[in-house]
C-alpha cells in the first residue's frame, strides 16, 4: 500500500522560511517523478514544483521561481521543499504526491498525501 505523508507546514512571518518534507513508501520510490501542489481556500489545486526520479529534471511555477528549491533523497524516499522569502500569498494546503511525468499538472499524479498547511502572515 502506498503513503504519502507530508510534514512541516507551520505559520510563518512574511520573508521567513520553512522546510516541506514528504516522506513515501509502499512503492520503489526512485521510479516515479514527485510534485508539490497547493490549493488555497476558494482556488483550484495547483502545481508548484516537480522532480525526477534522478533529481536532473526539475521544474518550477513561475511564482515560485528562485524562492523554493525541491530536492530529493532517493536513500531515505523524502522529498523536500525548501521555501524561502515566503509572501502572504503562498498561504496554503501544500500537497505531496507521485506521478507518472514530471510536469506540474495533477492529472499526472496517482497518489496524494493529505496535504500540510502552510500559512504566511503580513
Known amino acids: 500500500e502506498v503513503h504519502v505523508v507530508e510534514s512541516g507546514g507551520g505559520l510563518v512571518q512574511a520573508g521567513g522560511s520553512l522546510r516541506l518534507s514528504c516522506a513515501a513508501s509502499g512503492f520503489t520510490f526512485d521510479d516515479y517523478a514527485i510534485g508539490w501542489f497547493r490549493q488555497a481556500p476558494g482556488k483550484e489545486r495547483e502545481g508548484v514544483s516537480c522532480?525526477?526520479?534522478?533529481?536532473?529534471?526539475?521544474l518550477y511555477a513561475d511564482s515560485v521561481k528562485g524562492r523554493f528549491t525541491i530536492s530529493r533523497d532517493n536513500a531515505k524516499n523524502t522529498v523536500y521543499l525548501q521555501m524561502n522569502s515566503l509572501k502572504p500569498e503562498d498561504t496554503a494546503v501544500y500537497y505531496c504526491?507521485?506521478?507518472?511525468?514530471?510536469?506540474?499538472?495533477?492529472?499526472?499524479?496517482?497518489?496524494w498525501g493529505q496535504g500540510t498547511q502552510v500559512t504566511v502572515s503580513s
Open positions: 522532480i525526477s526520479r534522478s533529481g536532473g529534471s526539475i
Open positions: 504526491a507521485i506521478g507518472r511525468k514530471v510536469t506540474t499538472t495533477p492529472y499526472f499524479y496517482d497518489y
